[in-house]
């Protein structure tokens, strides 16, 4: 039996408005009407003609990252409710797959549909739920470059961040404050960024996903995951895409990714993926050929090298670990590739 897994990264799923990192509070809701319905499916697929003893999670980009954080979580019962999972051109190890402080873009909900931030948590909550579906809905949310505003986060109930300690994060109040008030007058989630950034969350997935007990749970799967030639296509406007991009634009690009998931030693590492995706044979660089090798960047960051390095994960602990690449190009394909050479890590995989 097979079940693919489409999670919506949105503010009905994934709204966490806790600031008390200690506390353990459902917010992965997403997340848990996914282990309902695999609780259902278990006990029913059976009348329809599946084996309960024998079912596949996949899942797609973020829904990759989802099966992934199911598979990790205390939450489901191991083993019990699928045996196998795939995940395609994504995982819980990719920098936007954790949304790193979930509660600045709750403040922003609260602040326009005017629920009082310095209420008890469960009475804030419930204020919430009381708010039409539509009000809800219609609030201005920009989403971070590189990342999401809302999306699978730490709540100590679906996904534990163990030993993991983020940095302190503002009160409600602050955010609410920010979002009313704006930096330099600006309002909304400008202020909302001027009282600590958009966070860092290429730091958080490898502390909670890597630890002992994660990878424990992950080795109790059949695992498969896998790539395609171009995963970071959908960054390109129509007209990269067809004329390239000159440097001073890739520059842009792959320092705007650097800064929205890295802390420290931005320069450094800003220059240091210049330098592994330029190819210093060509004395002159054709807009093309920068766009294919920004491409290249992004993808390996984004989704290549995190998907090998869950498959290594896997693969040192279980026998059945597998890691393909898709890379057949249509006639009529959006993305015109030239050539382009993955230079991302290779899996040790096993078969």
């Known amino acids: 039996m097979y079940k693919k897994i489409k999670c919506n990264k949105d503010r009905l799923s994934f709204l966490n408005a806790n600031t008390d990192r200690y506390s353990k509070l459902p917010a992965n809701y997403g997340l848990m009407d996914i282990i309902a319905a695999l609780h259902w499916l278990k006990e029913n697929i059976a009348a329809f003609g599946g084996d309960p003893q024998s079912i596949t999670l996949a899942g797609h980009g973020t829904g990759a990252a989802c099966v992934h954080f199911l598979i990790s979580s205390m939450a489901v019962p191991e083993g019990l409710l699928f045996n196998r999972a795939i995940l395609m051109s994504g ?34 909550m419930k204020c919430l739920r009381e708010k039409p579906l539509e009000q809800l809905l219609s609030v ?15 709540d100590g109930v679906v996904i534990d961040g163990g030993d993991y300690v983020p940095p302190p994060p503002g009160s409600m109040h602050a955010y609410s404050q920010a979002a ?100 210093w044979e060509r004395p002159v660089q054709h807009p093309i050929n920068i766009r294919d090798e920004t491409l290249e960047a992004l993808s390996d960051a984004q989704v290549v090298a995190p998907a090998a390095q869950t498959v290594d994960l896997h693969s040192a602990d279980h026998r059945n670990s597998y890691l393909y690449v898709f890379d057949y190009q249509t006639r009529y394909g959006d993305y015109p590739q030239v050539s382009i050479k993955m230079k991302s890590s290779q899996s040790q995989t096993k078969s």
């Open 91 to 124: 995982s819980g190890l990719a920098p936007w797959s954790l949304v790193s402080n979930p509660a600045k873009y709750a403040a922003i909900v609260a602040h326009h549909v005017q629920c009082a931030p310095d209420l008890p948590h469960a009475h804030f």
């Open 180 to 279: 009313a008030m704006g930096a330099n007058g600006l309002g909304g989630e400008a202020g909302i960024a001027a009282i600590g950034g958009w966070g860092t969350p290429g730091q958080l997935e490898n502390k909670v996903l890597m630890r002992k007990s994660a990878i424990n749970k992950l080795s109790r799967y059949d695992l498969m995951a896998g790539v395609t030639r171009a995963e970071a296509f959908f960054s390109f406007n129509s007209g990269d895409v067809q004329y390239g991009i000159e440097a001073d634009r890739r520059s842009k690009i792959l320092k705007a990714y650097v800064r929205n998931t890295y802390t420290y030693h931005l320069n450094e590492i800003f220059a240091t993926i210049v330098n592994e995706y330029t190819d």
């Open 140 to 154: 201005p949310i920009r989403q971070p470059e590189f990342g999401f505003a809302f999306g699978p986060s730490i």
